[in-house]
């Protein structure tokens, strides 16, 4: 049995996210179809005689000197449902992602790093019991830990595969803004407009009848950030401008804006001008969805 591996943390991409009132608990109802990237973090696991976290990569800086994340907590919680409360792990995270960008990003090093810890230690825990501590780190740890196409109800915790969903060419662009879950959801709740309504799928599941179907739909909480944040705003007109870019949206609660494509060479393409256009943003060419 290895003692080590590694993982990839994918981008967690809302296709369309729409939000109702919260409820008496403070949580928002909502409705999403959730695509996972095959860009992302990447996060490695040693078994080790003492719990260690190191951080590298081009966002590591948001993350320096943090001893208490989603990763170390969820390993913590890991050792205790697997009855097994010496294990401990050196963690180590590329932080490739932009922080507080709308991609899930701790939620999926958090569901990386319960996947590698299960591996190393001959799979103590089933996949409830996985999903269990995944959801003791909030809403979208189990969806994180799954980490595969699936639409996502309830407080975003109750989940339903989605295999039909073809590959999407797709181009991820961060205007260097970060943009805070909290914040945005009070805004959103200041003049909230939006009800989680779950729409029917759609009747073509091309990748043109998918974005087709996607124009129709909407992200609750993109006026709210956007408002927050104007630098988000320059992000979507300037994806939108593109002339590869079918459909662009904010996704989760922002700042990063997706641009979806026909496919992942327009993708790339676009990657490329806007890059070009814009230097000082972080952007990045993927595949959302579809099989492996």
Known sequence: ???????????????????????????HPLASLVAFADVGDW???KIADAPTFAVEGPFAGALAGETDNLVTRALAHFAVAAQRPGLAFAAALDKRLPVAAGLGGGSSDAGAALRLANGLTGRPLDEPALEAVAGTLGADGPMCLRAETAWATGRGDVL???????????????PGAPSPTGA?????????TGTADQPPPPADWSPAGVIAWLTKLRNDLEAPAVRLEPRIGEALAAVRADPGVALARMSGSGATVFGLCLDVAAAEAAAVRLQAAYPDWWV??????GRA
């Open 1 to 27: 049995m290895a003692d080590a591996a590694t993982a990839l943390a994918p981008a967690k991409v809302n296709l369309f996210l729409h939000v109702g009132l919260p409820s008496a608990d403070g949580y």
């Open 43 to 45: 996060v490695g696991l």
């Open 160 to 174: 339903q595969p989605e295999p039909r969903l073809p590959a999407l060419g797709a181009v991820l662009v961060n």
């Open 184 to 192: 945005v959801y009070r805004a959103y709740d200041a003049a909230v």
């Open 284 to 289: 990045a060419a993927c595949r959302l969805g």
